[in-house]
């Protein structure tokens, strides 16, 4: 336990060191950003744009404004957007926040236990009709744009059925159920494609041959035994998936007009406004660190030859 | 011919009847034809070794006992009782409770045979548990009791490795505890031996006669390695080309063995080399795609005969115990003087069978 303890807070020190970095270049690669926050800059005057740097603190030299933000930062104040009438970003982004990573986790979630299943199955029943299908299946879903999955699914189940909401964020699971399903087909074709090749390899393995000498079912071996070990190589996909899924998909949010992160993102850096593409910033590699610390712990849960601790 | 089937009745010491046993594997080069007619007995406590070179069908002789050939294997011909009971007619359910349970085996490579990602104690409880109704308490002290059978000290703490924390040997240990588990009738044995060191060797084969003395099971030990035979088999199957050559007590193939391939086999081995050169058989074995008419090791075989390219040899009876399946064994056939070594052993044994 005590080389847990120790291998944690390891790992925190160096996230912390890493989203440092980050903080700092992407502080320094963002002044050299061609254009102003200011809409409209060519009509405004001189005295116009040295009173409104003054009020942002734009005025300043980099390496000041580069201190106080750190300092701001630190105390949890994450500064004022300048294009969305000086609304504090914390409050900005807190309402946009829950959607995106509702949805992403969902959908990871979902798409993951579905294909996982889809692919052990395949395995079982390799170079069958089963097996087949599975395959088309996972070809398809990789190489379809989520948004053509969320239109026919909008078509089939908001028009034509009208089983479920086509959009907006007002009925609560109701309303994620669509774009849920629609940001789960590709982690779901990943996941299937991913674990039927492993699994293939491992129920080919010795192991799992003295699992069958022991007299267990194939289903209850590939369970067990397998998919522990096919697993592996899935969580490594699963972590960038994850984020990438979490901090919202653009045009999926658009679709079904969802107030996700993913939208605000390319607003912001449309319109040089700072603030929030520092906030986004660090959002989008506070949970890239943790979902890749997650990642590493859950190696060492699954596969026990990479355990920190050399004995119980 | 007849002496084909001497051993053909039931015998009620018998525990495993091999019958004529013929397994093939289509494959793209054509129908393999692995396993050519094998008959065997295997008695109550005794253990047998079969022996011959890589792709003679010993193994694939054990895994049809078990019933875990790859999915292009065909079971042609031939029965398997255990006990009376047909296991080549058993549905898959049945079988599954025959495995582990009747018959368990043991494999080859100790470092790929555990998964890798189970405990070692939870590996041993879910053998146990498979075929027996027992709760988690009473399959972990039967794991117990089974990791100290085999030899693993401090079982307790052991209990809770992974097999990455155990050497090639504690690893064969183990998988042998986990065919253990649930009191097999029949152990099959294939090739445990041989992914492993020398003195590792040793120290399993010692575990093997331990084992056969406490346990009573029945084993069927699979090897190459006629050394490692002499230690530990009562008798002696040795095949060649997917049919057994010739079979006997220990004694009568180290002894008196009638086949020109145990001749060869035995001047092969390293203790028995003349003149600091190691003899070997030469050439290779026959395609069993297309398996020759007559004597299967007659292009490599320096007594062979006229006939041996038109008829396969039946087994010749030499005692009630002892077959061999060579024409040099019919009353036409001219003597012949084995090889040196060979000659030698014989000698020695006819004094010995005098003295007693």
Request: with cysteine; glycine share 6%.
């Amino acid at each position: 336990m005590k080389r847990w303890a120790l291998y944690i807070s390891r790992r925190l020190l160096y996230m912390a060191v890493t989203l440092w970095l980050i903080i700092t270049a992407t502080f320094l690669l963002m002044s050299l950003l061609p254009g102003s926050p200011y809409n409209y800059r060519d009509q405004l005057s001189q005295a116009q744009i040295d009173i409104l740097d003054q009020k942002y603190g734009l005025n300043q030299p980099l390496a000041v404004r580069y201190v106080t933000y750190l300092r701001n930062i630190l105390h949890g104040d994450f500064g004022i957007s300048l294009q969305f009438s000086d609304q504090p970003i914390t409050k900005l982004l807190a309402n946009r926040v829950g959607p995106s990573m509702r949805l992403g986790l969902q959908a990871v979630a979902f798409g993951t236990v579905v294909g996982t299943i889809l692919g052990v199955i395949a395995a079982m029943r390799q170079n069958t009709w089963i097996d087949t299908f599975s395959s088309l299946f996972a070809i398809i879903g990789r190489s379809t744009p989520n948004f053509v999955v969320a239109v026919i699914l909008q078509f089939t189940f908001a028009v034509s059925l009208k089983l479920l909401p086509i959009g907006l964020w007002k009925d609560g699971f109701r309303s994620t159920i669509l774009p849920t399903l629609a940001l789960s087909i590709s982690p779901m074709a990943d996941a299937a494609r991913f674990i039927r090749t492993e699994m293939v390899e491992v129920l080919g393995s010795d192991y799992i041959e003295l699992a069958r000498a022991k007299g267990m079912s194939e289903t209850r071996l590939a369970f067990t035994h397998g998919l522990r070990n096919a697993l592996i190589p899935l969580v490594t996909i699963i972590g960038p998936m994850t984020v990438s899924l979490m901090t919202g998909s653009l045009v999926v949010e658009n679709i079904f007009a969802i107030p996700g992160i993913g939208e605000q993102f390319t607003k912001s850096i449309l319109s040089n406004d700072y603030y929030t593409i520092m906030a986004v910033t660090i959002l989008y590699s506070s949970l890239l660190l943790a979902v890749i610390f997650v990642m590493d712990v859950l190696y060492q849960v699954i596969d026990p030859r990479v355990r920190v601790e050399a004995d119980a | 011919m007849s002496d084909r089937h001497a051993a053909g009745n039931r015998n009620s010491s018998n525990r495993l009847e091999v019958r004529e046993l013929s397994v093939s594997f289509s494959t793209y080069l054509g129908v393999v034809r692995a396993v050519r007619g094998v008959s065997f007995d295997l008695r109550q406590g005794e253990t047998m070794a079969l022996v011959g070179e890589s792709g003679s069908g010993k193994t694939v002789t054990c895994r049809a006992v078990m019933r875990l050939l790859a999915k292009n294997a065909s079971l042609d011909s031939g029965s398997i009782s255990l006990d009376g009971t047909d296991l080549l007619k058993l549905n898959r359910r049945e079988m599954r409770d025959v495995r582990g349970n009747d018959v368990a085996m043991i494999f080859q490579d100790p470092m790929t045979s555990l998964n890798p990602t189970m405990k070692i104690g939870r590996q041993i409880g879910e053998a146990v548990r498979l075929h027996n109704n027992v709760s988690r308490a009473k399959a972990k002290s039967r794991a117990l009791e089974l990791l100290d059978l085999v030899g693993i000290e401090d079982p307790a703490r052991r209990y809770h490795q992974y097999p990455h924390q155990f050497s090639g040997g504690q690893r064969q240990r183990v998988v042998i505890a986990i065919a253990l588990a649930c009191d097999p009738k029949v152990l099959i044995a294939d090739e445990p031996t041989t992914a492993l060191d020398v003195t590792m060797q040793a120290q399993i084969l010692d575990l093997f006669k331990e084992l056969k003395r406490r346990t009573g099971a029945s084993i069927l030990f699979v090897t190459h390695d006629l050394g490692v035979v002499a230690n530990v088999a009562d008798r002696v199957a040795v095949m060649y080309a997917g049919r057994i050559v010739e079979i006997g007590t220990s004694d009568e193939i180290f002894y008196d063995p009638r086949h020109p391939y145990t001749w060869g086999l035995l001047s092969s081995l390293p203790a028995l080399a003349q003149d600091g050169r190691l003899y070997a058989i030469p050439g290779a074995p026959p395609d069993l795609i297309y398996p020759p008419t007559g004597d299967a090791f007659a292009p490599r075989n320096e007594y062979a005969l006229a006939i041996d390219d038109l008829a396969e040899p039946p087994l010749i009876r030499v005692t009630p115990t002892h077959y061999a399946a060579t024409w040099l064994l019919d009353p036409r056939a001219p003597a012949v003087e084995p090889p040196p070594e060979v000659a030698r052993r014989q000698r020695l044994y006819a004094d010995r069978q005098v003295n007693i």
